[in-house]
């Protein structure tokens, strides 16, 4: 069971994407420019709508980052993939966006909001430490209006067995988990409203626990649009909230045919879906462009499991120490062999090791040196001894680094746009 607050057993990947119409990211691998190591070694495994952000970064156009952070525990290295994830966007052209959620964790987990400030601001210190830009907008969610606002507006748009059949929600679930839902939706969509420049492709990193929320907001982006559509043939069928909009359609001068509560266009799909969002920005509308998506697999713990704030022996934390890290990582589970004589007939499991994890998420930028790394576990040749003591030193070294741009990031806070 996948709902945004628990996971439980194993995760099984490819029922995630039959199921839910998730689609596998590896074909954008060899139409996007410099893959980011998680999209290269499939960590990000799959998508909704990349194409879309796959097109603004090749024809320069204007499309958005955003994703969320919880402030209810300490970062660790779970939090610092997605962080990666929107840095790489940004730095291929995204404008950026980063939302601290701490409504959610002040209504969901119970935290004072004195205390989601303070923790939510290590966050901040740390997106920026890793290479975040002064022209993203960085907000806490309880501070920003227009999310609030927006979230409101939502609410109109879905019923409580919606909510049900996409949360699991039972009689009583706390309607604070509804709200929050709302809240998050309004962050997905903010990056498009006319305070921003309008509609345009949103990509949203997550992991593939968050899901839901995107399903929900791509629902909630087509119903509160004066027109909402689908793909035909050869064209678009559109139809409204209020019908007598469509008759406005005739204005764009496509081939247009007109039935019962909808109206079929023909002609290039995007060219159409391009000139319908310009109309209906004309006529006050939203215009939404259904947010696109992409999921990573999680982060496994260091015992195995899930990594979790809220399990503290299950992370490393980006604040950690490098000598507490290291003494954390050196008991983390391998995929070892039971005595070193069997590993070096057998060979060991990196794809059941947590270290070797640390290398292909975080550690290890080149492919060839990974893929080395993985061949002499595999052979034998290299023993968890003296893979841990290299591992252990890439982390030490990340984690001072980490450290000192934190300080660094520190001081230049004020060059950013944070509201907080
Ligand atoms: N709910 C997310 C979490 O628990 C955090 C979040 C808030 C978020 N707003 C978001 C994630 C918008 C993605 C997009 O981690
Ligand atoms: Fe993991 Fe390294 Fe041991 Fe292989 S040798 S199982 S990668 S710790």
């Known amino acids: 069971m996948i709902t945004p607050w628990e996971v439980e057993g194993i995760v099984d990947y490819r029922r995630l994407l039959e199921e839910f119409g998730i689609t596998p990211f590896g074909e954008f691998l060899n139409s996007i420019p410099n893959p980011h190591r998680l999209m290269r070694r499939g960590v990000i495994f799959g998508h909704r709508d990349y194409w879309r952000i796959a097109e603004a970064m090749k024809k320069r156009e204007e499309f958005a980052v955003m994703s969320g952070f919880m402030p209810s525990g300490a970062i660790h290295f779970g939090h610092k993939m997605t962080m990666?994830?929107?840095?790489?966007?940004?730095?291929?052209?995204?404008?950026?966006?980063?939302?601290?959620?701490?409504m959610e964790a002040h209504l969901v987990r119970g935290l004072s909001y004195e205390k989601t400030k303070?923790?939510?601001?290590?966050?901040?210190?740390?997106?920026?430490?890793?290479?975040?830009?002064?022209?993203?907008?960085?907000?806490?969610?309880?501070k920003?209006?227009?999310?609030?606002?927006?979230?409101?507006?939502?609410?109109?748009?879905?019923?409580?067995?919606?909510?049900?059949?996409?949360?699991?929600?039972?009689?009583?679930?706390?309607?604070?988990?509804?709200?929050?839902?709302?809240?998050?939706?309004?962050d997905i969509l903010q990056p498009q409203l006319k305070n921003f420049g309008g509609p345009k492709p949103v990509v949203v990193p997550v992991g593939a626990d968050q899901d839901p929320h995107l399903r929900l907001t791509r629902d909630l982006?087509?119903?509160?649009?004066?027109?909402?559509?689908?793909?035909?043939?050869?064209?678009l069928r559109v139809r409204s909230r209020k019908e007598e909009m469509l008759e406005k359609l005739k204005e764009l001068g496509f081939e247009f045919k007109k039935f019962e509560g909808h109206v079929d266009i023909f002609g290039d799909p995007q060219e159409i879906e391009k000139s319908l969002r310009e109309l209906e920005i004309d006529l006050g509308g939203f215009g939404f462009v259904p947010p696109s998506s992409t999921y990573h697999k999680f982060t496994t713990g260091l015992g195995g499991g899930k990594m979790s704030s809220s399990k503290p022996e299950s992370y490393?934390?980006?604040?950690?120490?490098?000598?507490?890290?290291?003494?954390?990582?050196?008991?983390?589970?391998?995929?070892?062999?039971?005595?070193?004589?069997?590993?070096?007939?057998?060979?060991?499991?990196?794809?059941?090791?947590?270290?070797?994890?640390?290398?292909?998420?975080?550690?290890?930028?080149?492919?060839a040196e990974l893929k080395k790394l993985e061949e002499d576990c595999r052979s034998g040749k290299m023993l968890c001894g003296s893979c841990k003591r290299y591992a252990s030193e890439l982390l030490a070294e990340f984690l001072k680094e980490h450290r000192e741009k934190r300080d660094e990031a520190e001081g230049r806070i004020g060059e950013f746009n944070i509201l907080y």
């Open 221 to 235: 982006a087509s119903r509160i649009n004066i027109f909402s559509f689908e793909t035909i043939g050869n064209g």
């Open 84 to 102: 990666d994830e929107i840095v790489w966007h940004q730095k291929n052209g995204a404008k950026a966006f980063v939302a601290i959620a701490d």
């Open 316 to 367: 490393i934390s980006l604040l950690d120490s490098p000598e507490i890290a290291v003494k954390k990582l050196r008991n983390a589970l391998t995929g070892g062999r039971a005595t070193a004589e069997e590993q070096k007939r057998l060979g060991g499991e990196p794809e059941k090791c947590v270290v070797f994890e640390f290398y292909a998420y975080h550690l290890i930028e080149s492919d």
């Open 118 to 142: 303070q923790i939510g601001m290590e966050y901040v210190k740390s997106i920026i430490a890793l290479g975040l830009e002064e022209d993203a907008l960085i907000y806490f969610q309880s």
């Open 144 to 186: 920003n209006d227009l999310v609030k606002d927006l979230a409101y507006e939502l609410s109109a748009e879905v019923n409580l067995n919606e909510m049900r059949a996409i949360y699991g929600f039972t009689g009583d679930t706390p309607v604070s988990k509804a709200f929050v839902s709302l809240i998050q939706s309004a």
